[in-house]
């Protein structure tokens, strides 16, 4: 029988927390709490599959971006998805679909370099 990585059994059924009677306070540190527990999870999962010999692979970032539909993104790997091919053939550059966190950041032409006021 294989070893079984952490968190991957449940001794119970988890119980259904009442969330209404919580403050927005409450609510906020319990968000934390959960936030916290998953990242340790992770954290023991990730140390399991490294002391066993497994690797993970993380799916590639998304370089570009649907600007008609945040949610369709694409790595820049393999065919151009068809929402690609549409905006390209409208006239636009593939730079202009990249990704917030990948677009340059745009200069004012002229500047201030301390000439006149």
């Known amino acids: ?13 988890p119980k259904l927390i009442d969330l209404d009677p919580l403050t927005i306070s ?7 709490r959960v ?9 023991a999962g990730r140390e399991w599959l490294e002391q066993h010999g497994t690797r993970i692979v993380e799916a590639d970032t998304p370089k570009y971006q649907n600007p008609n539909n945040a949610a369709q ?3 820049g790997k ?3 998805p068809q929402w690609v091919e549409e905006v390209l053939a409208q ?6 679909l990249l ?6 950041v745009s200069r004012r ?5 301390g000439g006149r006021r």
């Open 109 to 113: 032409s002229g500047g201030d370099r």
């Open 91 to 96: 006239g636009r550059r593939l730079e202009d």
């Open 26 to 32: 409450e609510l906020e540190q319990l968000a934390k």
């Open 1 to 13: 029988m294989a070893a079984k990585a952490p968190g991957e059994t449940r001794m119970s059924t």
């Open 35 to 43: 936030g916290q527990e998953i990242a340790r999870k992770r954290a």
């Open 78 to 80: 393999g065919k151009q």
């Open 99 to 104: 990704t917030d966190d990948l677009r340059p």
């Open 73 to 75: 993104t694409w790595s």
